[in-house]
């Protein structure tokens, strides 16, 4: 396993409320399967055994990042396509986090 891969979440969607740890860690992997096509094609199955967790979980976090406005889904002959949205910059201090 390569420990130099890291998954890399805006400040602004790592504070956000309205959205759960989980939905955070999805979009982070979403994010990383997006880098070569500009979107992710994975399926709920795979994103599941990603994250350790079921389909139906999964389901329900694309629904909350999707409903936060964070990704926009399209579909092309059977094939789901998950882009992600351009996420305003946080005004955020980092360092007031520490």
Request: hydrophobic content about 40%; glycine content about 2%.
């Amino acid at each position: 396993m390569d420990n130099n891969k890291y998954v890399k979440i805006p400040v602004s969607v790592l504070m956000d409320k309205s959205i759960c740890a989980n939905a955070k860690l999805l979009y982070g992997v979403i994010i990383v399967l997006s880098y070569i096509r500009n979107y992710c094609f994975a399926d709920n199955a795979y994103l599941a055994e990603t994250l350790n967790t079921t389909r139906r979980t999964i389901t329900r976090l694309i629904k909350e990042l999707k409903d936060n406005d964070y990704i926009y889904i399209t579909n092309d002959k059977h094939k789901r396509k998950i882009y992600i949205k351009d996420v305003p910059t946080s005004s955020i201090n980092v360092e007031d986090l520490f």
